[in-house]
């Protein structure tokens, strides 16, 4: 994929949630099963650095299951932080700590205020990232501020397992791009609810999971599906 073709890609996802932070924030519950599971995970760690963090759930799943430790989210969107950091204010054992970073921009990861991490989440956020390359270099960039104990939760949509989102795929020449100019397993999906937008997502399945870690020097330490009518919506590798 050339680098025409990612910078168009993120801006089309930067310009989905900055105009439908809200909505999408308000679609989001800390009730998840697969968000359970991950706090159950998490529990134990003294710090936690969560990329992506949107509207700042995994916070509070965590607060609610009265973890206490030392959190750091960072994500590229102004308005979904700004949100973030206002609901954090209720949180009684979590302290936070929101930054506005851009994951997609050259060594992003010298502004995060600690050296290393006992846990990292990358929930719903590597389907985001176009290009396999781009991918293995944040899955090294993120081995690289883990502590020596420590490890990396990761989550990526199965969006092809469920009917209605496999309704929501939409041709790329919405956005003026073909097929030709895309990787295998890109998709462009729609979005109704409190508004419209389009959304870049790569599926990646449990192969190409095993595959980024392996390219990453990780090893899958555990995997699991969880969330959908199946319980197979989401994706979640533990990686060392």
Request: charged fraction near 20%; proline fraction near 3%; charge should be negative.
């Amino acid at each position: 994929m050339n680098q025409k073709t990612t910078n168009q890609l993120l801006r089309i996802n930067q310009t989905f949630y900055e105009a439908l932070a809200q909505p999408f924030a308000d679609s989001r519950s800390t009730r998840q099963p697969g968000l359970q599971r991950v706090v159950a995970c998490i529990n134990g760690a003294r710090s936690l650095l969560d990329v992506g963090c949107g509207n700042g759930r995994l916070a509070h799943a965590l607060d609610e299951a009265g973890l206490s430790m030392r959190y750091t989210g960072i994500d590229a969107s102004e308005t979904l932080l700004a949100i973030a950091i206002q609901s954090a204010a209720a949180l009684t054992t979590v302290q936070t700590t929101f930054l506005l970073l851009d994951i997609s921009k050259d060594n992003w990861e010298t502004s995060v205020p600690q050296p290393t991490y006992d846990a990292i989440a990358l929930l719903a956020v590597l389907h985001h990232i176009p290009g396999w390359d781009h991918r293995v270099a944040l899955l090294r960039t993120l081995r690289d501020l883990l502590s020596a104990d420590g490890f990396l939760v990761v989550s990526t949509w199965q969006f092809l397992n469920e009917e209605r989102l496999r309704r929501k795929i939409m041709p790329w020449a919405q956005v003026g791009l073909d097929d030709s100019d895309l990787e295998p397993g890109d998709y462009l999906l729609d979005w109704h609810r409190g508004g419209s937008g389009l959304r870049y997502c790569h599926l990646v399945d449990e192969a190409e999971l095993r595959a980024l870690a392996g390219a990453a020097g990780l090893a899958v330490a555990d995997l699991f599906y969880a969330d959908g009518a199946g319980q197979n919506l989401n994706l979640f590798a533990l990686l060392r």
